[in-house]
């Protein structure tokens, strides 16, 4: 997963490699011109075999580019300055029970805390919950077959002050949910309808239930046993509380039997540095009760887990069709070679040496890679911006149901062009060293 | 063997086939030390020697038999050797381009002062010769100066190469 | 029986699949009924060893992949399938995740909460409560964890008229030894709740043997310790290596231990019932019990909810769609277009070199037809035979030497198997991309003229 947020070392790999090809094609002394037109008279086996490689490459950049999509979600999901508090021992928010009675003091005892224009600490307090939410059988997706959905519901105690936490904000046109979180039902039921704010992509999700694009303020929907309106959506993009669902903690905690406590605490300090202090400082100074403190990237790196070996798959995928494309570009390499055997015979009379031949012959290969890889690249990319769904857990089953995006970026165009020259060079190599071994003169007979 | 190797001449000419008539007799400039422009100088020098200036750019699939050879030529001189050995030359070709090789590869040695040592089966080739060699099975049996004059260079072996 | 033979008759029940084992054999016949232009085509292809051995592990290499992912697919479609006897339903929590339900609703919902005469049971049922907790209460890690379900121990495996009876998915399947062991363990641990089972493959990674005594030091029951836990048992490796199971009886008595010495009930005490599994005869019967619970009275704190495994399985495995269809679609598309690619390229160079040879054959009254099927032999001997043969690898490698492949991300599913189903994939997957990609030049070969081919050699 470094290899994405380095990309120094990526560029570096590339650079090493573009700048290998330009020594080799300025030392070779055949010309090139000499190998792309052979390419172009076998055009149709360059093609094929140009097309494996397109097609290895377009793959990779699909799966990388859903690996990177997750990636940058957790990140962007992250502020660098905040301190996320969960109780001692609790692996997951879902399991962590912050008691009522340390509140105060968690937001007052440690340092950094940054406070608001009245004085308040910037401190988020939040139930946690996930619900089981039955997909209307009128909506498109029960008929396919999805008849239930894992909702992640957030109860907060003040939504103006979590958001700011979180860096999040309203679109215009919704309204942070009152002190009392309820208001009368719009469509005139006797019971009142709670308060919601909605991420963009559960939004849309439950716009689907009602043959929308999008839920939106004031639309209601059912949950539990009541009923619930939209009072605002969270600009939440390409974080995870795009499928968040934020409402009043004591409604939310009573409707599902949590109606004490919280599951976590969001401190908001200056900076990284900052937020290191203060989460050392809780873990082992904080005696009122025991609780467990990280900076929110380095709880947001653990989510990661699911993403990693998703990556593990894709690239043993990837590395057996590499080879398996290698094999075959081998094929065509061979098959070239023996055709120009006179070729190779008339160029070593002529006073080129074997390396310089193997030189050439290895070029070819690499040609047909770069054509092929870049033309795989373009295609893949076209997969760039599709929404996704996936999971972000701890690995071991399990985890946040996230919405995002498929991203190819530079990284992306670098691994996978780097990744093509990889199985270039190893499917050029042994032709080409086949083809410096030949005796001249005996193919000339 | 790199220095001799540029004053063969093919009786299948040998040419590579994707590269056009210029681009084949540069093949061993390419290895020297010159500019883009002192090759160009040399390549067009060694085509109109051997009268293929206007077909520079065609391939060997563009040109007939008698052609191709010129080329080869060509490229046997670009170098400006001092020897050419030249291998059944003759071999491929009609009657009519045969003399025309012969008639170039004797203007080549008299105009230029080349030596040329020329390995063939064919006696009308061998007529156009200083000096001939006989050798059966590897042995030399006899030797004519077909001019009534002795070759300037002598030759006691022919090479096997 | 074993577990081939249980395989090998199964297939009679799915017309599909007799099909494909038909075909397999079909081919097989085939290729011995036609030997004399499969000698031809073996020699050919021997001329150039090098090409077809490239040309063989590339084929054989995407099958192997292809496979793989397909066989993944096959067991997660499998199990959100609908079965349509012996359902297994769950009830959990209606709302809620984690599933945390009071111990009284236990009894009722283990009879299908039967209230009154017309109502049905379940056949059998089952009792889930998670214990989880570390050996170390200083340093927990991965290694000195262990997950306890506590349940009754005759729900684990019991013996009905001399047949295993379980409502564990699998247990069946061990050795007979092993289940004799396992039934002994089992009577133990109901005579003495102190006593557990544990997998061998968690007693590996906490260090412990059959024999030894721990303490657990829970994490999700707070402030709860187990001493005097005695390891009477271990499971053998393999599906069930990394579970431990616990007689539920001493979980519950700690439950009230705790209510004792603390004078008010744990926190968890009412949160302590996981999840029921239920065993019913057919749909109907299944429709019968879901209704029963869902109307009953007993159940409103919470409220709970019936569902079919597959049911559970296809909600879980929601949240993987896009993954799962990215590997689908795109990903086994590209694997097996690849396949073609790298056939086409070795079949086009292979009728480019032998023009002249074909145009011999045509001289010696071999029919355009013949060519073509010569050279569509040749594809179909490369694909079809690397195909199958690495299938069957695969069959019998990841799924009788290995056991299985455990994907990580899908814990709780038993290790994936090859399916018996992969010999006609291997087989499929090698004729269809072969003869596409072998099309274009064996139509070319088919084509050859003879006058030009002789008038350029001469």
Known sequence: MQTFAVSPRLLGMVGFFALLLVALAFLGRVPLKYNLRNLVVRWRVTVLTALVFAVVAALLTVMMAFVNGMYRLTQGSAQPGNVIVLSDGATDELFSNLAYGDTSDLERDPPNVLRDEEGRPLASWELYIVVNQPIPESSPLHRKGHHRRFLQLRGIKDPVLSARVHGLQLHPGGSWFSRAGVRDDPDGGKDQVIEVLLGEGIARAMGTDVGKPSLAVGDTFELGPRRWVVSGILTSAGTTFDSEIWAERQLAGEKFGKELGYTTLVLRTADAEKAKETATWLTTNFKKSAVMAQTETEYYEKLNETNKQFLVVFVIVAVFMAVGGVFGVMNTMFAAISQRIKDIGVLRILGFARWQLLLSFFLETLLIALIGGLIGLAVGSLANGWSMTSIAGSGMGGGKSVVFKLTVDLNIWLGVLTFILGMGIVGGLLPALSAMRLKALESLR | ?161 | MTPLERTLLSLADDPLRLAGASAVLIALTAMVYYHKPLVFILKSLARNKVRTVLTALATGLFVFVVTLVWSVLWFLDLATQEKKKDLKAIVTDRWQIPSQMPFEYAGPLSEGAYSKPGDIRPTDSMTWQFFGGTLEKEKPTRENLVFFFCMEPSKVMRRENGKVVSMMEGIDQLEPADLDRLEKGLKMMEEDPRRVIIGADRLKALNKRVGETISVYSFNYQDITLDDVEIIGAFPPGQYGQNAVMNRERLNKALEAYKIQYGKPHPMAEKTLNLVWLKVPDTEAYNKIAGQIEKSPRFTAPYVKCETISSGVGAFLDAYSDLLWIVRYPGVIAMVACMSLVISVAISISVRERRTEMAVLKVLGYGPNHILGLVLGEALLLGCGSGLFTATFAYVVVTHLMGGIPLPFFAWFPPFKVPIDALWWGLGLGAGTALAGSFVPAWSARSVKVSEVFAKIS
């Open chain 2, 1 to 161: 063997m790199a220095d001799e190797a540029r004053r063969l001449v093919f009786q299948f000419y040998h040419l590579l086939p994707v590269l056009t008539a210029y681009e084949n007799v540069e093949l061993p400039l390419l290895l020297l030390p010159l500019s883009a422009d002192e090759r160009r100088r040399q390549v067009t020098t060694a085509l109109d020697l051997v009268g293929l200036s206007d077909r520079m750019w065609h391939r060997p699939g563009q040109l007939s038999g008698g052609q191709q050879q010129r080329v080869g030529i060509a490229r046997a001189i670009v170098t400006d050797p001092t020897l050419i050995v030249a291998d059944e030359p003759t071999g491929d070709l009609d009657a009519k381009s045969a003399e025309e090789i012969m008639a170039l590869l004797t203007e080549l040695q008299k105009g230029l002062g080349k030596t040329i040592l020329m390995v063939t089966h064919d006696p009308r080739a061998a007529r156009w010769a200083q000096r001939i060699l006989h050798l059966e099975k590897g042995r030399l049996v006899e030797e004519d100066a077909a001019d009534g004059q002795v070759a300037n260079n002598l030759v006691t072996e022919a090479p096997k190469s």
